[in-house]
């Protein structure tokens, strides 16, 4: 895990745990900026866009089974999404950021 700053996508993924944004050649830019990967989501992030919602907890179709299924294949990267969605419900993208930043050994 990498610490990370920027803001949490949709889906709920904490970029630092990511294995596209750690790996070291071209990694991925999170979901900070407009050209990453996740302003293009049509999974997720366009879907929210469409409902005027920010996170997939906030949908009343949460979750759905799109969700579920690419939540499934992030369990083996050490995240699971609909859990990260009931931290953000919770305790916000600041105390999110918060608690999986304090997961990164230096």
Not at 79 to 102: A, I, P, R, S
Request: hydrophobic residues 30%; glycine residues 12%; positive net charge.
């Amino acid at each position: 895990m990498k610490f990370y700053k920027g803001r949490i996508p949709a889906c709920g993924v904490f970029c630092g745990g990511c294995p596209m944004y750690m790996r070291e050649e071209r990694p991925c830019q999170g979901a900070d900026l407009n050209r990453s990967r996740c302003e293009k989501c049509k999974t997720f992030h366009l879907c929210c866009l469409e409902k005027g919602i920010t996170h997939c907890f906030q949908c009343t179709d949460f979750p759905c089974a799109k969700f579920k299924g690419f939540a499934k294949r992030w369990l083996k990267y050490g995240q699971n999404f609909v859990e990260n969605q009931e931290l953000l419900k919770g305790m916000g993208e600041v105390g999110f950021l918060k608690y999986y930043n304090g997961k990164v050994i230096d």
